[in-house]
């Protein structure tokens, strides 16, 4: 047996049905599995689907056996799973992927995860039980990561046979698990990348993952100081690099990951990616933003976004820029967490961790790297990490989130771009990332266009995703809707992005159930204006309302003083941009009733040539004495604002009031909000706060 094949075998196991026997060949055999932190063990769901309903119920219904025992395993994790928890085998579409709870599988050896997505191509070798050749054995092949195709990591060369499935594909070349066998097509084999497990993450219960990640490192560091628990991972990897090559060495990362194991994991991909973004703008001395936007959700996929560092503008490769830019973002790591989660960080753990961080500098960071880690430790003194609170009192209200001299304020902002109609009545989707007002790396696109009934559904995912990379801490990613002007009245900020029935159920509800407009800031804006450079009456109104206070005026012109248009012939188009154009310019424009068709898109229609930047009114049915309340309370909302800005929050709040039956009462809910200033100001860069629940008279 090679080396790596010899450390895979001991972590494989076998899903099979629970029951006493121990005969192999008397066993009802379902699939592999494989041990990646001791007593977790991670296979296919179509691998344990096979026990049907049973598994989906039971908190022990899949057999495991492995070259330590049997026992049998829950399955705490998976994605996906049947619909239907009592019903037949389910769709096993991708990523499926489930994680197992082994316990008295402790001492089990673990398989040593990738901390990033594979290189490809990538000769591997394919590891699992299998009965193809007659008796249930182990079988391993060598093939090649070819591509990866979406979702899938394709295979070819010797592609998986039937019973490997759940079983792992390891990189030949760096000795590390890339992905995990799922099955094959009539030319090459499919295999779910081991990034995969981000998906997890999302699901309920998710957050073990980060006690299972933490638990594999430390598995690993155990081994390799413990000269007598033999073959290790970091030796093999070490072996496989070969001696003097550059970059971050195996037994460094392993000692890395280590530290990071006991710090207080992230609260999203934003908080990782912030810092590596800034890892790489500082060692390579440019903007280096990647066009692809990563997923990370664990301190050591950060450092695996940069061990690989190359400055692009430096062919000879300046291999030393990586070791470089692990150990500055090691630094951050430690301060952000240390200043970030203050009340979850073991000082004693992290003035190790400083200590160390501040050891591998001096041996091997470049002058200026080390004294820019030197900088950030600084402040991480013995005092500093006495008690929590003194922690907290150094960093401030502010913290020392984002670079020196620049704002707090989430990583990113979500913009949502919807065409106008192609093909019929099908609407062109695509969502982005938008960094400070400027940079825009795009996440997911749709030309082919859905109808108007089923943007919820197309859009649900990716803006999920968009906000987990964009959302920072406390600072939370703002969704901007570029919309055609028929499509104003798409309750957005009603969507939401969790489970359909968490909102009504207490045990599933949480912040990812709510909708989007009671948590963050939403915001339409008027997708035809913004295509053109901005007109004068626009950029004028834009700074009338910024910073001054804030009234009310009718969009419509048939308005009364009560709120409600009077019968008879609506105002005409022209008529309303002179009415509209003649308004202050702190005056905003309020509409009771849609503005997506019939004479509210006329109004809105003059209002944006007319310049108004913000515009305010209800979306739903109404009656008389309906808009007069809606009225009466869009002018109070406005005069609290105190300007554009702090409008955000007081429409937030009335949402949240609104939403609950006992602050419900006399206000109007539905309201919608066009805030489309010329010059993007930066979104995000207050805190969230609890909202202020006293109601407003009405």
């Known amino acids: 047996m090679s080396a790596l094949e010899e450390m895979v075998r001991p972590s494989l196991a076998r899903i099979v049905a629970p029951g006493d026997g121990y005969a192999p060949d008397r066993e009802e055999y379902w699939g592999s599995g494989f041990f990646i932190a001791p007593g977790w063990l991670l296979t296919c769901a179509h691998v344990v689907g096979k026990g049907g309903a ?16 049997r026992t049998t395993g829950e399955v705490v994790l998976a994605k996906p799973r ?17 994680l197992v709870r082994v316990r008295g599988a402790d001492n089990a050896p673990c398989v040593w995860l990738s901390d990033r997505a594979p290189t490809i191509p990538a000769p591997v070798s394919l590891h699992g039980w299998s009965r193809q050749t007659g008796d249930l054995g182990m079988r391993h092949g060598i093939g090649e990561a070819s591509a990866l195709d979406g979702k899938a990591l394709l295979l070819t060369g010797q592609t998986p046979v039937e019973g490997v499935s759940g079983g792992p594909v390891v990189d030949l070349r760096h000795g590390a698990v890339i992905g995990m066998n799922k099955g094959r097509g009539r030319h090459e084999g499919a295999a779910v990348p081991i990034t995969a497990l981000r998906e997890l993450y999302d699901v309920r219960g998710g957050e073990i993952l980060h006690t299972v990640m933490g638990e594999h490192d ?26 003097g090559a550059p970059g971050l060495a195996p037994v460094l990362r392993v000692r890395l990951y280590g530290h990071f194991a006991h710090l207080p994991p992230p609260g999203g991909p934003g908080e990782v990616m912030h810092l590596v973004h800034e890892v790489k703008s500082r060692v390579v001395q440019e903007d280096y933003r990647s066009p692809i936007e ?13 061990h690989g560092l190359r400055d692009p503008g430096d062919h000879g490769g300046r291999p030393e820029l990586a070791l470089d830019a692990v150990l500055l973002y090691a630094a951050k790591v430690a301060r952000h967490t240390a200043f970030d989660h203050p009340a979850g960080v073991d000082r004693d753990r992290l003035r190790d961790f400083t200590a160390w961080i501040t050891e591998q500098a001096t041996l091997y960071a470049r002058q200026a790297i080390r004294e820019d880690i030197d900088a950030l430790l600084d402040r991480l003194s013995e005092e500093t990490l006495r008690t929590p609170a003194t922690v907290a009192s150094v960093a401030g209200p502010t913290s020392t989130r984002a670079s020196a001299g620049a704002p707090s304020r989430a990583r990113a902002d979500v913009l949502v771009d919807v065409g106008e ?12 990332l938008l960094y400070d007002g400027q940079d825009v790396t795009p996440l997911y696109s749709n030309d082919h266009g859905v109808r108007r009934d089923e943007l919820h559904q197309y859009l649900r995912e990716p803006l999920a995703e968009a906000l987990r990379l964009g959302d920072r801490g406390e600072h939370l990613a703002a969704v901007e809707a570029f919309l055609p002007r028929r499509l104003f009245d ?82 005409g188009r022209m008529a309303a941009y002179g009415r509209l154009s003649g308004m202050g310019d702190a005056c905003v424009p309020v509409h009771c009733g849609p503005v997506g068709s019939g004479p509210g898109l006329d109004a809105m229609a003059a209002a944006l040539a007319a310049g108004h930047p913000l515009v305010l009114w209800r979306r739903d049915g109404h009656d008389h004495e309906e808009c007069r309340g809606f009225h009466s309370q869009a002018g109070q909302l406005l005069g609290l604002a105190g300007g554009a800005e702090g409008l955000h929050r007081q429409v937030r709040e009335l949402r949240i009031r609104v939403s609950d039956p006992d602050t419900a009462e006399g206000l109007v809910g539905d309201i919608a909000v066009l805030f489309d200033p010329p010059d993007r100001p930066p979104h995000g860069t207050e805190p969230m706060q609890p909202p202020l629940m006293a109601a407003p008279d009405t």
């Open 294 to 306: 990563h997923d990370p959700r664990t301190w050591r996929e950060g450092a695996g976004l940069l």
């Open 54 to 69: 049973a598994v989906w119920r039971s908190g022990s219904a899949v057999g495991v056996t492995w070259q330590g025992g």
């Open 82 to 98: 049947p619909e239907e928890p009592d019903g037949a085998r389910g769709s096993w579409r991708f990523p499926d992927i489930a």
């Open 490 to 571: 798409v309750p957005l900020d009603d969507w939401r992005i969790g489970a359909d029935d968490a909102w009504d159920d207490a045990d599933l509800f949480d912040e990812q159930s709510m909708p989007l407009g009671l948590r963050r800031v939403v915001v339409i804006r008027d997708r035809r204006r913004n295509a053109r450079p901005a007109s004068p009456e626009w950029r004028r109104r834009w700074a009338g309302v910024a910073n001054r206070p804030l009234s009310a005026g009718p969009l419509r012109g048939e308005a009364t003083a009560q709120g409600h248009p009077e019968a008879g012939r609506p105002e």
């Open 421 to 432: 109609p192609v093909y019929g009545e099908r609407y062109p989707l695509s969502v982005k």
């Open 218 to 243: 430390l598995h690993h560091l155990d081994r390799f100081n413990d000269p007598a628990a033999g073959a290790d991972w970091t030796r093999t990897q070490t072996r496989l690099r070969g001696p």
